[in-house]
């Protein structure tokens, strides 16, 4: 790690214990805040409940540092929806916000598509899939946000420890597959200055609208690792911060389903490294993989992901219309 990477590394990262939800209750009411908290959701209906639930009883009316509390539904086939609105939870359907610009499937879409139905000043994104962890993720990423001398941080990354028991990569402190195979070994080698970041990809964090409404956000998966480039890019490594929230546990994907979030991350950094997404790439990218049927082996098309929507912040500048307008208007 280079001395840069490191430096921010003491002095950028704490542990969710440093801050207690009543000191964060005052600090917020002291400087006006409104926290939203988006849940992005596809098919979780096993797990979704109890993560609404318990931000809820947690933070929304024992400790109410929530304003809203959101479900972004993505396609859903079973009953995620219904699960989260019995827990609490506002839920939106991706495709009925702003319908009339369209939709993509996608973790990223509907992250930006939150933007446009949420009104908290700062942002905080949890999982849905969480099966090992705590209310103290949110309270421990809005620590930085809201101290006093919270001014210039405008991101906040989670880092953990992996509940996956025994692994040959080294245990529970990897970072998971595509973390360790394509995402670090990529910011090490062409952003050496987030190499203190531990968990890239991690799906909980923090950030203030005015960051993100400022970002082009990539549909798919690669949006944790977009917002954290371009962060950096636009403001600087101690623009971000991140908290150990202690150990985490959640559901897995397939090898196959993660070679495409891979494929997606190595478009979406490519394009911030060399600055030109059509010198770069044409037409419909995609990844073949391999089966086997009836003894033959066969190719199998993915395709990848690869639109980015543009900042939230020039949309409703070249429209002329408000959030809530934006966000209904059926075209």
């Not at 969480?130 to 919270?150: D, R």
């Not at 210039?152 to 597959?177: F, I, S």
């Not at 202690?246 to 397939?254: D, K, L």
Request: charged letters at 25%; hydrophobic letters at 40%.
């Amino acid at each position: 790690m280079n001395d840069r990477a490191e430096a921010w590394l003491r002095r950028g990262t704490s542990h969710w214990r440093d801050w207690p939800a009543g000191q964060l209750l005052g600090w917020k009411r002291q400087r006006g805040s409104r926290i939203s908290v988006v849940i992005p959701a596809r098919d979780e209906e096993a797990t979704v409940g109890d993560v609404v639930g318990a931000l809820r009883d947690d933070l929304v009316i024992e400790v109410p540092l929530i304003d809203e509390l959101v479900v972004m539904d993505s396609d859903s086939a079973d009953a995620t929806a219904q699960v989260a609105e019995r827990a609490g939870a506002q839920v939106y359907r991706c495709r009925d916000v702003a319908p009339d610009l369209g939709a993509h499937p996608g973790k990223g879409e509907a992250l930006w598509k939150s933007l446009l139905v949420t009104t908290g000043d700062i942002l905080v994104f949890v999982d849905a899939d969480l099966t090992l962890w705590g209310s103290h993720f949110v309270t421990g990423l809005l620590g930085p946000m809201l101290c006093p001398s919270a001014e210039q941080v405008q991101l906040v990354k989670a880092c953990y420890d992996r509940a996956v028991g025994d692994t040959p990569d080294g245990g529970t402190v990897g970072g998971g597959r595509v973390t360790e195979l394509v995402a670090r070994p990529l910011l090490n080698l062409w952003w050496p200055e987030l190499a203190g970041v531990a968990q890239p990809l991690s799906g909980e964090w923090a950030a203030r609208r005015s960051l993100l409404e400022e970002l082009p956000l990539p549909v798919g998966y690669g949006v944790e690792i977009a917002v954290l480039i371009d962060t950096a890019s636009r403001h600087g490594i101690d623009a971000i911060s991140q908290v150990d929230l202690g150990e985490r546990g959640h559901s897995h994907q397939a090898d196959a389903d993660l070679a495409v979030m891979a494929a997606e991350i190595m478009l979406v950094t490519e394009r911030r490294r060399v600055g030109a997404w059509e010198a770069s790439f044409t037409g419909h990218p995609e990844l073949v993989q391999f089966t086997r049927a009836e003894g033959e082996l066969r190719p199998r098309h993915r395709a990848v992901p690869h639109a980015e929507r543009p900042p939230v912040s020039s949309l409703l500048a070249g429209t002329g219309l408000t959030q809530a307008e934006l966000a209904g208007r059926d075209g």
